[in-house]
């Protein structure tokens, strides 16, 4: 079975989506830990760099001071085997008397000693008969400074780890640098190397301390930066701060907002801006919110004063169009478009007197229980006629239980109704087309409508400007159906009084579809819908 990591972060702890929240949200912190990480790596170059200088130094400091000291003590010990050269004295002993006292001068300056050859006759330290400092681990004397002396050489060194046992057979490891020299031994008049092996014990105690020392100050140094940047930025990142709630409050209606400016900086001028800019934009929203109420106002005065002279009209038309067959035919022509035009008329006064209830916050929901199956079947039957007109044939395909939904009877069925009579202006005799099918269905959490036309269909865009007010994709095009271009736009205040969905789709040549989606309660939140918006017998083109 193949498992799918979940999308996004919801699939981390709650801290970790907390800490990443913070992280995103706040530029403040952003600003301090690229500044924190960027400082602790250029203190850490830095500090790197002083350490190796400083070490460098040391060593070779220490690497003088034991050359010279071990040149000394060979010098010292050529002076005594000269002394020595008329005694009777033999091999063994003076080798023995010499490293006896080197090794007692080690022992008061703090270093060991190694004597070892012939040189010259395969005299290595391993091969025995050497003489060393007591505790000493002869193998700490590198094998390349031996090679170096098997036959006549200057004076070498190099650095080394000093391995020694002390009375209670504890053996401890330091680093250390060991010094050769060759002398002379005078009872056989061979060459003898003598290896000194200097501890860098002081060395390796002040390095720890210039460590500890480095340490400690790229710490306070780095929370110093950290602490100065947070500062800094703070007096930067505040009155951005201020300034976004502001315009949140802004946003949300309160126009008298205002940033509050203090000082002469760039900061403060941002927010003089800021505040100007507010005020312009809430006289232009009151001229525009004065604007709008006078436009629905006058709306609404106009329908309604037209309501007495439009019955006055319709009085004498009606007189008119019932003595139309006393009339020469061009009089009763004339009667006949008058009783039409006075129709559209009276419906369009209609929809503009529900217009302007929606524009002023006043329509009310008349709810109850609603079978959908049920308005789909009223509302066929009344558009049938209208249909047969336009040689359309309209199949309605529901399941056979109700589809119900809590909702307001007359209004869900103006939107079904509006939506029907659209498809067949769209699916008329002088259009390609074929059956106009309302489709309905439902589930536990809401119900739907889709009302599919064969027609002309929409044009990429035009599904969202389709339901604007008298919007036509084709201005030259008259309205066959005797629509005011208002029905659209009233069947989406509707469906939004009931918290639902009017959706519209469309392909050219492949004719469109509207989904009316409601919830099963007034009040509910859809969250789905039980029909899809684009039809199943359309593929959609792969992208």
């Given amino acids: 079975m193949l498992h799918l990591r ?15 929240t913070f992280w995103r949200r706040s530029i403040q912190a952003r600003v301090v830990a690229s500044t924190v990480l960027l400082s602790a790596a250029v203190i850490s170059v830095v500090g790197w760099f002083l350490l190796q200088q400083t070490r460098d130094g040391l060593l070779d400091h220490r690497v003088q001071a ?3 000291e071990a040149n000394d003590e060979t010098a010292e010990a050529r002076e005594r085997l000269e002394a020595a050269r008329g005694t009777d004295a033999d091999v063994a002993g003076q080798k023995t ?4 006292s080197i090794i007692q001068a080690g022992l008061t300056r703090g270093f060991s000693v190694v004597l070892a050859g012939p040189t ?8 025995g008969g050497t003489n060393f400092s007591q505790g000493l681990d002869t193998g700490s004397v590198p094998l390349d400074l031996e090679e170096h002396f098997d036959d006549e050489a200057p004076t070498a060194w190099t650095y080394t780890t000093i391995r020694s046992t002390d009375v209670t057979g504890v053996t401890t490891e330091r680093p250390g640098i060991v010094v050769g020299s060759q002398v002379l031994l005078p009872a056989d008049a061979q060459t003898y190397t003598l290896y000194y092996l200097f501890p860098l014990d002081e060395q390796e105690e002040t390095m720890a301390l210039v460590t500890r020392a480095l340490l400690t100050a790229a710490v306070l140094l780095v929370v110093l930066v950290a602490g100065m940047t947070w500062l800094v930025t703070r007096q930067v990142v505040t009155p951005i701060r201020m300034a976004r709630r502001v315009a949140e409050r802004l946003a949300a209606g309160q126009l008298q907002e205002r940033l509050r400016v203090s000082g002469e900086d760039d900061l403060a001028r941002l927010a003089t801006s800021f505040n100007q800019m507010a005020s312009n934009l809430q006289r232009q929203i009151r001229q525009l919110e004065e604007l709008s109420r006078l436009q629905r106002r006058f709306v609404s005065d106009v329908s309604h004063e037209l309501r007495t002279p439009l019955t006055t009209v319709r009085m004498a038309g009606d ?3 019932d003595a139309r067959r006393d009339f020469d035919p061009a009089t009763a022509r004339a009667a006949e478009l ?3 035009e006075l129709d559209r008329f009276e419906t369009l006064l209609a929809d503009l007197l529900e217009i302007s209830r929606f524009d002023a916050g006043a329509a009310v929901l008349e709810l109850d229980d609603l079978n959908l199956v049920d308005v789909a079947h009223r509302v066929v039957d009344a558009t049938q006629a209208l249909a047969v007109q336009r040689g359309v044939r ?6 056979g239980h109700p589809c119900l939904a809590e909702a307001d009877v007359r209004r869900i069925e103006r939107v079904v109704r509006n939506l029907v009579t659209n498809a067949i202006d769209h699916t008329g005799t002088d259009r390609v087309g074929g059956d106009i099918v309302v489709t309905v269905a439902g ?7 889709t009302v599919r036309d064969y027609g002309v269909g929409l044009a990429p865009g035009e599904a969202a400007m389709v339901f604007n007010r008298f919007w036509r994709a084709d201005p030259a095009r008259a309205r066959t159906s005797g629509g005011t271009g208002l029905g659209l736009s009233i069947s989406l205040e509707d469906t939004h009084l009931h918290g639902g969905w009017l959706q519209a789709w469309g392909r050219p040549g492949e004719g469109a579809q509207f989904r009316l989606s409601l919830p099963r309660r007034a009040g509910g939140v859809l969250r789905h819908s039980p029909l899809p918006l684009v039809p199943v017998d359309v593929t959609e083109p792969v992208t």
């Fill in 6 to 20: 979940p999308r996004g972060s919801h699939w981390l702890p709650e801290p970790v989506r907390r800490a990443l």
């Fill in 66 to 68: 034991v050359v010279a």
């Fill in 97 to 100: 008397q010499l490293a006896d």
């Fill in 120 to 127: 010259g006759g395969g005299g290595r330290i391993a091969d």
């Fill in 319 to 321: 007189v008119l169009h």
């Fill in 338 to 340: 008058l009783q039409t």
């Fill in 394 to 399: 309209i199949v309605v395909e529901a399941p």
């Fill in 443 to 449: 589930d536990d959490h809401a119900a739907a409508i």
